[in-house]
């Protein structure tokens, strides 16, 4: 795409930005849905849900390198800040429903307090993203600290 057409569409940085965390952020919801569809209960659904975070395949690793870069950019650009933390609540509470949907159908215990456990589990998995994102983690072992976590944050 040439610059005069991505000029054309979008006037600055900010508004490229919007565009392309909307449509990356749509793209990542409906992948990540369609995998949660299969899934026999509640808990399986929190595992995949999470586990998507830390997932190599398009669109995931592309949606968390765009997230990084919006991220990045809160620094400098306060305009881009309410996207981003509209897009975190989303995440967290698709995750507190998923931890309600695994109590309803006993896959998780009833004593797991689920806005809290939603936070914790939404504290590692982006913890394990920038561990990532920085090298000092590789994929397999994300996903087994992931597992873990849930492991623990979900015991009876």
Same mark, same amino acid.
């Given at each position: $795409?040439?610059?005069?057409?991505?000029h054309y569409? !979008?006037?600055? =940085?900010? *508004?490229? &930005?919007?565009? /392309? !965390? @909307? !449509?990356?952020?749509? $793209?990542?919801? /409906?992948?990540?849905? /369609?995998?949660?569809? +299969?899934?026999?209960? +509640?808990?399986?659904?929190? *595992?995949?849900?999470? &586990?998507?975070?830390?997932?190599?395949? *398009?669109?995931?690793? *592309?949606?968390?390198?765009?997230?990084?870069?919006?991220?990045?950019?809160? =620094?400098?650009?306060?305009?881009?800040?309410?996207?981003?933390?509209?897009?975190?609540?989303?995440?967290?509470?698709?995750?507190v429903a998923?931890? %309600?949907? %695994?109590?309803?159908? #006993?896959?998780?215990?009833? #004593?797991?307090?689920? =806005? @809290?456990?939603?936070?914790?589990?939404?504290?590692?998995?982006? %913890?394990?993203?920038? $561990?990532?994102?920085? +090298?000092?983690?590789? =994929?397999?072992?994300?996903?087994?600290? &992931?597992?873990?976590?849930?492991?623990?944050? &979900?015991?009876?």
């Open positions: $795409m040439s610059k005069a057409l991505l569409y !979008f006037s600055t =940085r900010q *508004e490229l &930005l919007h565009a /392309a !965390f @909307a !449509f990356s952020s749509r $793209m990542w919801e /409906a992948a990540v849905l /369609a995998q949660l569809a +299969g899934a026999p209960n +509640g808990a399986k659904r929190v *595992e995949l849900y999470l &586990l998507a975070s830390v997932a190599s395949t *398009e669109p995931y690793d *592309e949606h968390r390198a765009l997230y990084n870069e919006v991220w990045s950019s809160l =620094r400098i650009d306060s305009e881009l800040r309410p996207l981003v933390r509209d897009a975190y609540r989303a995440w967290v509470d698709k995750l998923l931890i %309600g949907e %695994g109590q309803a159908d #006993g896959s998780i215990p009833k #004593g797991a307090a689920p =806005r @809290a456990t939603a936070q914790r589990l939404a504290a590692v998995a982006d %913890g394990l993203d920038s $561990m990532l994102y920085l +090298g000092l983690a590789d =994929r397999p072992k994300a996903r087994r600290l &992931l597992r873990e976590s849930l492991e623990r944050e &979900l015991a009876a």
